[in-house]
């Protein structure tokens, strides 16, 4: 079992920055990736930004630019730099983390979420 934890997440003011991070604990054997995702009230859950093992991101269109997915790969731990904030930014974060245990299983373990909130 790997848990996550997300922290960072708060109320900032339109044209403010926030950074997120979220820190993994547990039987952590090989993270293949991890990514940031965003869930605002009525809509779907979507990527915002990645990161793979090897250190390659990719970012949702909207979010190019602004935010900055990070890692510190001794410490289990992810970021998400996100900067010049607009309302519609705000959502419920989650970091997700694909994860391959000893015994060659794979799974996609969720944090709990944390919410931005953009004030304008």
């Known amino acids: 079992q790997v848990q996550l934890v997300e922290s960072g997440g708060g109320l900032v003011q339109a044209g403010g920055s926030l950074r997120l991070s979220c820190a993994a604990s547990?039987?952590?054997?090989?993270?293949?990736?991890m990514g940031w995702y965003r869930q605002a009230p009525g809509k779907q859950r979507e990527l915002v930004a990645a990161?793979?093992?090897?250190?390659?991101?990719n970012y949702a269109d909207s979010v190019k630019g602004r935010f900055t997915i990070s890692r510190d790969s001794a410490k289990n731990t992810w970021y998400l730099q996100m900067n010049s904030l607009k309302p519609e930014h705000a959502a419920v974060y989650y970091c997700g983390v694909d994860h391959l245990n000893d015994s060659g299983e794979k799974y996609y373990y969720w944090g709990q979420g944390i919410q931005v909130t953009v004030a304008s």
């Open positions: 547990g039987s952590i054997f090989v993270i293949y990736a």
């Open positions: 990161i793979n093992r090897g250190g390659s991101t």
